[in-house]
């Protein structure tokens, strides 16, 4: 008996192989043929997605930045127009969610605190945004402020000052606790609040408004004795 050589054995498995893949194919061509045109095609559909996703990004943020400066320079109603241009045609851009944050501060600047409280809510419904997901609560906060919902303000208010990593912004979020605090009577939450401010804060001008409150809260509690 002939013995076969490992290479040889390899060969003709290779060949084999071939002959089967022959084979399937003059039996399913169609199928085949499809298959080839389906890949092709979820490719073409993968790299005009990609292209046309990136040119979205691109457009919405010039948009995004020239709608910020007109807000900056206050021009209202034109930011307004550019902030819902993108949320009406850019669903899915990182400036979809801005430029509804923008959109709920207009409304707050405005005075129409519901569509604000709406707007502020939908941007924090739709994720974590660590720029501006703190500044959102704290934007509901304000609104139920105004509106006399000081519950629910100062439920915002800690929420928001929980998620500020900025010591600036999260002391600001305090300074307004603390004054809620002490329209409620609330002396030990308010006085806590202003301890904390003093151990992260270092602005001279937040600092003399929790000294202000600290005086205010130990004379109420004076008279309270």
């Not at 919405?60 to 241009?85: C, D, P």
């Not at 307004?176 to 806590?192: G, P, V």
Request: hydrophobic letters at 40%; proline letters at 1%; aromatic letters at 12%.
């Amino acid at each position: 008996m002939a013995k076969h050589r490992r290479k040889d054995l390899k060969h003709d498995e290779f060949k084999e192989t071939i002959e089967n893949i022959v084979i399937f194919y003059e039996h399913h061509k169609k199928t085949v043929l499809w298959i080839v045109i389906g890949l092709a095609a979820l490719l073409i559909f993968f790299f005009v997605y990609r292209n046309n996703k990136q040119i979205k990004i691109a457009e919405s943020r010039e948009m995004y930045n020239m709608a910020v400066i007109l807000y900056g320079n206050g021009n209202l109603s034109q930011a307004r127009g550019g902030f819902q241009t993108i949320v009406n045609n850019y669903w899915g851009t990182p400036f979809f969610n801005r430029s509804l944050f923008m959109l709920a501060n207009i409304s707050y600047k405005e005075g129409n605190l519901d569509d604000a409280l709406d707007k502020f809510q939908s941007f924090v419904n739709r994720g974590y945004d660590e720029l501006f997901t703190p500044s959102a609560y704290q934007g509901m906060a304000q609104c139920y402020e105004q509106k006399g919902e000081l519950s629910k303000a100062i439920e915002n208010y800690e929420i928001a000052a929980d998620k500020f990593e900025d010591n600036y912004a999260r002391a600001e979020c305090l300074l307004s606790l603390a004054r809620l605090y002490l329209s409620r009577q609330e002396m030990n939450k308010a006085e806590a609040v202003l301890e904390e401010i003093f151990e992260i804060s270092e602005d001279v001008k937040i600092l003399e408004k929790a000294e202000n409150k600290s005086k205010l809260v130990q004379l109420q509690k004076e008279f309270n004795e």
